[in-house]
């Protein structure tokens, strides 16, 4: 089973992530983006990531977002590709913690966790981080992708400030 999620939010929390660790990740998403890593940008390295997993006959994938938005759906899907009867148990998803404070405190006393989320103390969104410029790289870069997977119909989100994480209504499900 692989998990995709849009690109665009991957590569705002990943560049978060980093951030802790990499003096390179400091400044705007739009350098970060462009940075080489392994011989190419980070933009093609999630198209290339993404592609590896999507194009193995033996890997069922599931789109990040519908998960949310579907968590029975989804759940029954699985349980259904593994030949298995899902056990309802609520919550279905883990809630994300509320705090840095509560994430330490699980890791600390080994409590299992309740959600995998990084807290960081801050988050950015791709719409409000990303500038004309960097939309039309990424669009350049993975827009074919984006629109592969379902998270827009063509270029036009390149030109628009839409404050909908995702652009199209017409979502691909999970093969």
Request: hydrophobic share 35%.
């Amino acid at each position: 089973f692989y998990i995709y999620r849009d690109g665009r939010d991957v590569l705002c929390s990943y560049q978060f992530f980093r951030q802790k660790f990499d003096p390179d990740a400091e400044g705007p998403i739009g350098a970060f983006i462009r940075q080489d890593e392994e011989g190419t940008n980070r933009v093609r390295r999630w198209v290339e990531h993404v592609q590896a997993w999507r194009t193995s006959p033996e890997v069922h994938d599931i789109q990040f977002e519908r998960l949310l938005d579907q968590p029975e759906t989804v759940i029954q899907e699985l349980a259904d590709e593994l030949g298995l009867d899902p056990i309802w148990r609520e919550p279905l998803l883990p809630r994300p913690f509320q705090s840095i404070w509560e994430s330490r405190w699980a890791r600390l006393f080994r409590m299992r966790p309740e959600s995998t989320a990084i807290i960081n103390g801050a988050r950015q969104e791709w719409q409000d981080a990303f500038s004309s410029e960097d939309r039309q790289f990424f669009h350049r870069e993975a827009g074919d992708m984006l629109i592969d997977l379902g998270y827009v119909d063509s270029a036009a989100w390149v030109d628009t400030h839409s404050t909908d994480p995702v652009d199209t209504s017409s979502q691909k499900t999970s093969r």
